[in-house]
């Protein structure tokens, strides 16, 4: 079970409040617990690296995390609402009577790994079988973004994303983006995947509105 302990209430430091400092806190070190991961891995990054980056303490570590295991549990979560609220930030911009909101989506996500790196590595590829727990949550990140699949697919097609098979086949959907964006990950080429974006684009469209 990977659990978080909130440190008690007290008075403003250097003008922030408790609550304010435990936001800072928190933040600044599931940040750099996504930038050491990101770039030393899992297994040869220490509590210790993840403090240091952070600028904090093991007392302020521990106050959040119960472990290594729990910080990384952090960072993938982190990493998840990050890139939900790149897509649907750019999917509420436009104007979707007017839109290709298959390509809106896509390059969202597509940019935003490109933006954050070392949130995409944790996305893509650090986190991978690091314990049960966070296994399960890479299932919840398949099941959430498909979510959004869906939500794009039923402005073209709204009965095929209502089907029954539709949610299995939306993780597919999601499978090809995430194993192509996992590829240039491994390869040192993240960089280049803008220009992969139409070819994404128009495999996506074959299956979500093949008729367009």
């Known amino acids: 079970m990977v659990t978080v302990t909130e440190p008690s209430a007290g008075r403003r430091y250097r003008g922030l409040s408790a609550e304010e400092r435990r936001v800072d806190q928190r933040e600044r070190l599931t940040r750099a617990a996504i930038n050491e991961f990101s770039c030393r891995g899992y297994h040869r990054t220490s509590v210790e690296d993840i403090?240091?980056?952070?600028?904090?303490?093991?007392?302020?570590?521990?106050?959040?995390?119960?472990?290594?295991?729990?910080?990384?549990?952090?960072?993938?979560?982190?990493?998840?609402?990050?890139?939900?609220?790149?897509?649907?930030?750019?999917?509420?911009?436009?104007?979707?009577?007017?839109?290709?909101?298959?390509?809106?989506?896509?390059?969202?996500?597509?940019?935003?790994?490109?933006?954050?790196?070392?949130?995409?590595?944790?996305?893509?590829?650090?986190?991978?079988?690091?314990?049960?727990?966070?296994?399960?949550?890479?299932?919840?990140?398949?099941?959430?973004?498909?979510?959004?699949?869906?939500?794009?697919?039923?402005?073209?097609d709204p009965e095929a994303a209502a089907s029954p098979h539709a949610s299995a086949i939306a993780v597919g959907i999601f499978g090809f983006l995430l194993e192509s964006m996992l590829h240039l990950v491994e390869s040192g080429r993240l960089d280049e995947a803008p220009a992969h974006v139409p070819a994404l684009v128009r495999a996506a469209e074959r299956i979500l509105a093949p008729a367009n």
């Open 51 to 156: 403090v240091r980056s952070a600028r904090t303490s093991r007392t302020a570590f521990y106050a959040f995390f119960d472990n290594r295991e729990a910080a990384m549990y952090g960072a993938l979560q982190a990493s998840l609402h990050s890139l939900l609220a790149a897509v649907r930030k750019r999917m509420a911009e436009v104007d979707r009577d007017d839109s290709n909101l298959i390509e809106v989506g896509v390059t969202a996500y597509v940019e935003f790994l490109v933006t954050d790196p070392a949130a995409a590595r944790i996305l893509l590829l650090e986190s991978i079988g690091t314990s049960p727990e966070v296994n399960e949550y890479r299932s919840h990140i398949r099941r959430r973004v498909s979510t959004v699949v869906r939500d794009i697919w039923a402005e073209y």
